[in-house]
């Protein structure tokens, strides 16, 4: 299989298994005589990936996503989790230890690739440079502050105040939406939603939008009800501002990441 160099991206770390992880995933890129370049993530920029044809993202699975944000359509990434004891791994296929297993399916064609939905956000009308690859979150910028929006699902609206919304792909119910109520199967073409705290009383009560599955082609709506709301993609940091009426309309897009699986 062609694949070019590879691009290995990491966290910068004082822990020793981090450490000891990536001096690992680069011995067995050059036991394959495959040149390799590290970036550690804060310094990462797509023109990292010219010239490679894979990534590896060493680190836990927010190192996975960061990697995710950035990797051009079709080029394939392999996640290594650095240490099992402390990371919880979901999306990565690896650990230092099976590393070199899986790296050599990959090049004899023999590993599976795992096409990863995301999801895509427009705010009134506009679509946001980031996509999610395991969810948004729609909300107040400041956690201890309610959120205040209005849902609407087809026909269906309502207005909460709660702690926010997440929109989560089908990988991403096994992230943040899952703390917050989620743990449904997801068909594929699908997404969900899930309202996180719901507040609840005299006013404010018989919710019936607290979550949900929103099938292909449908779209989740929210408008904002707050003049400090964000918008912000797999938790990453980059925040996107909400205003009073803002219209966020949130769907599956036509991106997937190439996940390699053992």
Known sequence: METGRALVLYTASSSKKDKEALTSVLAALRSQKMAARAVERRKLSASHFRGAGVCVAVGGDGTFLYAA???PQGKPVIGVNSDPKRKEGYLLAATAKTFPTVLKKFLEGKAGIRELPTLECAVNGKRLPAFAVNEFYAGALKSYRTS????????????????????????G???????????????????????????????????RLKK????????????????????????????FP?????????????????????
Do not use: C
């Open 173 to 207: 119910v096994n992230a943040w939406a899952r703390s917050a109520g989620m743990s449904i199967h997801i068909p594929a073409g699908s997404f969900a939603y899930v309202v996180r705290e719901p507040y609840e009383n005299k006013v404010f009560s018989d919710y």
């Open 69 to 71: 944000h950035f990797i």
């Open 148 to 171: 205040r929006y209005e849902i609407v699902l087809g026909n269906r609206k309502e207005v909460h105040r709660s702690s926010g919304i997440i929109a989560a792909t089908p990988q």
């Open 242 to 262: 909400l205003r009073f009426n803002d219209v966020v309309r949130v769907g599956l897009s036509g991106r997937t990441v190439r996940s390699v699986v053992p």
């Open 212 to 239: 949900g599955i929103i099938r292909k082609g449908q779209r989740l709506a929210i408008i904002s009800k707050m003049k400090d709301g964000v918008v912000v993609a797999d938790s990453l940091g980059e925040e």
